[in-house]
């Protein structure tokens, strides 16, 4: 992945396996020096099996418009906060490029085609899935399928389709600024996992049997770095710190349930069964 500061604060930083300190102070880790932030800001890191960002106690730090306490997961297209300084994370390679369009599009119920899907990471979306049933337009239009406010919006501001079994999102505007993973693009075809960005809001690409995006899409084991392991740890600490695979969830309660049910049926069963006859 790669780290690029918008703002022009620093030159861009690719991080290929490893971690990446990003503060006011120089050494000690600190490899990323930008003055106005605290000594060691936040530390970034890539690895084999994913990325993640790191932020030492005391830290403030925001990513996608939300708050982090101590450890969150990086997908290409976020947008992280230092304070005043801005850092998107980009995927290692742009995206690929879309197939020409066709005249005839399958339906996307057709068993050929890819189920996908469009979450919302942040904005007005956010939390909410659209079912890519056909051509969505995005934009500030009230006729728009998916409705979108905030400066830089245009009132048809992209499309998104499935084209010859690829989804594909393609800009509707002269001007209209689209990311993919952090790349700016006219139009991309995109794969399950990719971060779709279009002024504040985020959309990540949900799609069954599609290729997974390069960055982010798994659960990393966090390496802590020597600045931030040294901090002394407290039990809240260690409870963000532990990674959680996504889409896990405990199921323990539903055991239990079924258990019991069992046992209500044994018991009625034998009831009926082993009951004196009157």
């Keep these: 992945m790669r780290l690029t500061f918008p703002n022009g604060e620093h030159a861009a930083v690719a991080i290929e396996q490893g971690q990446v300190g990003v503060g006011s102070a120089t050494g000690g880790g600190t490899i990323v020096a930008i003055a106005g932030l605290a000594p060691l800001h936040a530390v970034f890191a890539n690895g084999r099996r994913g990325a993640w960002l790191t ?31 801005q850092v998107r994370v ?7 490029a879309p197939p020409e369009p066709v005249p005839q599009r399958r339906r996307i119920d057709d068993p050929l085609q890819p189920r996908a899907a469009l979450r919302g990471l942040s904005g007005a979306w956010f939390g909410r899935s659209l079912p890519l049933a056909g051509a969505r337009v995005l934009g500030r239009s009230a006729a728009s399928d998916v409705r979108l406010d905030g400066a830089g919006i245009h009132e048809r501001h992209a499309q998104i389709d499935v084209e010859a079994g690829r989804v594909v999102v393609r ?8 990311r993919v993973n952090g790349h700016l ?4 075809a995109l794969a399950a996992g990719d971060q779709l960005e279009i002024g504040e809001h985020r959309f990540a690409l949900e799609a069954q049997g599609a290729a997974g995006s390069s960055v982010g899409t798994s659960t990393p084991a966090p390496a802590q770095h020597p600045a931030i392991a040294a901090a002394p740890a407290t039990a809240e600490a260690a409870a963000d710190r532990r990674p959680v695979a996504p889409g896990r969830r405990d199921l323990s309660g539903v055991y239990l349930l079924i258990a019991a049910a069992a046992a209500l049926a044994a018991a009625i069963t034998a009831f009926f069964v082993y009951a004196p006859k009157g």
Excluded: F, H
């Design 171 to 178: 800009s509707l505007a002269p001007g209209a600024v689209l």
């Design 55 to 85: 932020v030492p106690q005391g830290a403030t730090v925001v990513l996608n418009a939300r708050p982090v306490k101590r450890i969150a997961y990086l997908r290409a297209g976020d947008l992280v906060c230092l304070g005043g300084v």
């Design 185 to 188: 693009v006219r139009s991309a």
């Design 90 to 96: 980009e995927a290692a390679r742009p995206p690929e």
